[in-house]
């Protein structure tokens, strides 16, 4: 049973443009939903989390969107640059320290 | 910043021989380690979980007698993938996490190549 659902599969945007990720999740006793971004041959990034007790949180130009009761959250990269290119995965975990559970990964490429 | 180092960052062996990855955390003492597998353009997928001084925590399907996890200390992790097969190719990565419940810092992953 997938606990954590991300979409879409690719995405691709123009220099400039805005990056839209999502991800449903299943769990609700997840409290601790980070984005992370991994080029080839990496190991993934921490680029920002949130946890439920606030709706949104900003890093930059990087945006959570979380909605508690759908049980959604996004990410949003205003002003994507072609450096932006890489895969995200959103994931969950129960406190910010037992098992983290990811979603598939979005594959994206910001075109110059 | 906490750091996670993992060694190999590259692997090739002959297929039934033995692997041994190590996770390392740097400045940070890390209650609980976890390894991943991901092959190419999937998801990272939990292989198990491991908490200093007891034995690791295996998730459905991963035999436990072919990938061995050691957690002797707060700071070092190994995972051994024993008579490895060429259909354990893949990348592997580990995380660290502390109870405190800031987050995971992850190692930079290690590609092992079995031939």
């Known amino acids: 049973q997938q606990q954590v659902k991300q979409s879409p599969q690719s995405l691709i945007v123009q220099k400039g443009g805005i990056s839209i990720i999502n991800c449903a999740y299943e769990n609700t006793a997840f409290d601790y939903f980070p984005w992370y971004q991994q080029f080839p041959g990496k190991g993934p990034a921490l680029l920002i989390a949130?946890?439920?007790?606030?709706s949104e949180k900003k890093e930059g130009r990087f945006t959570i969107s979380f909605n508690k009761s759908a049980k959604q959250f996004s990410l949003h990269i205003m002003d994507s640059q072609p450096g932006d290119s890489a895969t995200y995965f959103c994931a969950a975990s129960i406190g910010g320290y037992n098992k983290l559970i990811f979603g598939a990964g979005t594959r994206l490429a910001v075109h110059p | 910043g906490a750091v996670v180092s993992q060694h190999p960052s590259r692997v090739i062996c002959k297929s039934g021989t033995s692997v041994k990855i190590e996770c390392r955390s740097l400045d940070f003492q890390a209650t609980t380690m976890f390894w991943y597998r991901q092959f190419p353009k999937q998801s990272l997928m939990l292989m198990a979980t491991?908490?200093?001084?007891?034995?690791?925590?295996?998730e459905q399907g991963v035999e436990k007698d072919k990938f061995l996890i050691n957690h002797a200390s707060l700071t070092l992790s190994t995972l051994t993938v024993t008579s490895a097969h060429p259909e354990d190719s893949s990348f592997y990565i580990c995380?660290?996490?502390?109870?405190?419940?800031?987050?995971?810092?992850f190692g930079s992953g290690t590609r092992l190549t079995v031939v």
């Open positions: 995380s660290a996490s502390r109870d405190s419940g800031n987050g995971y810092t």
């Open positions: 491991s908490n200093e001084g007891s034995k690791a925590t295996y």
């Open positions: 949130i946890r439920p007790d606030v």
